[in-house]
């Protein structure tokens, strides 16, 4: 009598889990070795190592309001459901960062040879952190997320092509910082930026002068400061722009748009301190200049120098606490971020309520493009 064996096949069901969860692992895999790759050739590029405190490597760079992530979207959705062997999948941000389209971040991670300290933090060997292939120095603002460490740059001047950041590594607050590493160099590649203002050398020297529909405005002098390196010097910002305004037949309105700097006596000497009024500690633009577009001020490469959480301001005299202003037209000030050796031009554009007009009555756009000076008093 012939045996006759018989075998239970899977349901369809079955066997099509089985071969989703097949593909689903070598995915995995494939995904966890390209990051892996990635990565182990960024370390290899901008790593560097101190045997007594930490191997450190640029984790990645954001720019503008565009966070940092790092994995895949594959990864996330496995993280999502609690699956973090293929690797995790982050998005970084710094905290500074409030929507600035211009800022920078640089993300930093590394492996601590430190045992009794596993996190670790940076800080700046020199008056500054970071230094561009122009010879400016800039600030940054350092951040943390869980191991990670980054360091935010609310702006550069865009003729720059490279960025260099030099800091020493140690054991993260509240701990001393001790031991401390040797100095260690990262360089960033920044993205070329094309010129939108025509040269400066074609430029009138002082002033430019426009009128549109019976209003007169006329703008120059332009000179921008040196570099603050104070922290917290102009309030947060890398520079001032002043530059002289004089509007025939109308007034200077806009939502950022400010009142008369605020005068406060230094009682230790004879120095008066002027301290603009900014939008983040509460303070407001003039309410009968404040309707109106934004006064916006742009570099030579269309980028905005102008923060929008600041207040373009007139400047007081400081013996009668008035506005600076004269026959050539008011003294403003704006603190800017990212202007430099490369901003030898500024666009500004601006709003004018004609003389007499009422509140709600429409105004007139302006549209001006002047030099602009480094260093000196106007």
Request: proline share 7%.
């Amino acid at each position: 009598m012939t045996k006759v064996v018989l075998t239970r096949r899977a349901p369809r069901s079955y066997r099509g889990l089985i071969l989703a969860i097949g593909l689903l692992v070598a995915l995995g895999g494939m995904t966890a070795l390209t990051v892996f790759v990635a990565r182990d050739g960024q370390r290899r590029a901008q790593m560097q190592t101190d045997s007594r405190v930490a191997a450190v490597w640029v984790l990645g760079v954001a720019r503008g309001a565009q966070p940092l992530t790092r994995g895949s979207l594959l990864q996330k959705w496995l993280n999502a459901r609690g699956i973090h062997a293929f690797g995790e999948y982050r998005v970084l941000t710094s905290r500074y960062n409030n929507g600035n389209r211009d800022s920078l971040e640089i993300w930093f991670d590394y492996q601590s040879y430190l045992k009794q300290y596993p996190q670790l933090e940076c800080h700046r060997i020199g008056q500054t952190a970071f230094v561009d292939d122009l010879g400016q120095r800039y600030h940054g603002f350092l951040d943390f997320r869980d191991r990670y460490v980054g360091v935010y740059l609310p702006g550069y001047d865009h003729a720059a092509r490279r960025l260099v950041c030099a800091v020493r590594w140690m054991p993260r607050q509240p701990a001393r910082p001790r031991p401390m590493s040797k100095p260690m160099v990262f360089t960033v590649d920044l993205p070329p930026a094309k010129r939108v203002l025509p040269p400066a050398d074609t430029l009138p020297r002082r002033f430019v002068t426009v009128t549109n529909q019976g209003v007169t405005a006329t703008v120059g002098q332009a000179r921008l400061s040196e570099p603050d390196y104070r922290i917290g010097g102009y309030a947060g910002s890398q520079r001032e722009l002043t530059f002289r305004l004089k509007i025939e037949g109308g007034e200077l309105v806009g939502s950022n748009v400010s009142r008369p700097y605020q005068l406060i006596s230094n009682t230790n000497s004879n120095l008066r301190l002027y301290f603009r009024q900014r939008a983040l500690a509460g303070t407001t633009a003039n309410d009968a200049a404040s309707q109106g577009r934004a006064f916006t001020i742009t570099d030579p490469y269309g980028v905005s120098l102008l923060p929008e959480d600041e207040l373009l301001s007139p400047m007081l005299t400081p013996d009668e606490a008035k506005p600076m202003q004269g026959k050539e037209g008011t003294v403003y000030t704006a603190p800017v971020n990212g202007a430099g050796q490369g901003t030898d031009a500024v666009r500004l554009r601006f709003d004018v309520r004609p003389k007499g007009s009422a509140p709600s009555a429409p105004t007139i756009p302006f549209d001006i493009t002047i030099p602009v000076q480094t260093g000196g008093e106007i």
